[in-house]
């Protein structure tokens, strides 16, 4: 099971420091029985030497929107929105890694802007699933100021 993560408004910015810091260490720790893809090759090879779309860009208008775009295209245009909404992260290595400085980067340019919270999060929830998935249980050590609500 995945970790209960609460609505992205009610996070402090040390939290959310805290939570990029656990995507950091999620994403660079997937499990082993995971394919390794570190080239161009991979699924997630666009993050080595990401940059924004000027196509989308143009259209959106908005730079959180334009890689909002670009992820959706990366991990899937229903992932959040089919199964069980919790998106797949589907191999390991140099390039799933390289996509938590883009989220940093994009969190320290914009770090009220709710919809690239919610993205940390989603990616965050596919890195645990990937574990459990794996049979390899999911650190607890991370923590909220507040209760979280119960979920079964």
Not at 17 to 43: I, T, V, W, Y
Not at 101 to 127: R, T
């Amino acid at each position: 099971m995945t970790l209960p993560h609460p609505p992205v408004e009610s996070l402090s910015p040390e939290e959310f420091s805290a939570l990029l810091d656990r995507l950091k260490h999620l994403l660079a720790n997937l499990p082993s029985q995971m394919p390794l893809e570190n080239g161009s090759d991979s699924l997630y090879g666009s993050f080595l030497s990401f940059n924004l779309d000027p196509d989308i860009l143009d259209k959106t208008g908005d730079e959180v929107a334009t890689l909002g775009e670009q992820l959706e295209h990366i991990f899937g245009w229903r992932t959040r929105t089919s199964g069980d909404g919790i998106l797949q992260i589907r191999e390991r290595g140099k390039a799933i890694r390289a996509l938590h400085p883009i989220l940093k980067e994009y969190y320290e340019k914009y770090p009220s802007n709710n919809v690239l919270k919610k993205w940390v999060i989603d990616v965050i929830a596919g890195a645990e699933k990937a574990y459990e998935t794996h049979g390899i249980a999911v650190s607890t050590q991370f923590t909220y100021s507040f209760e979280l609500p119960i979920v079964s």
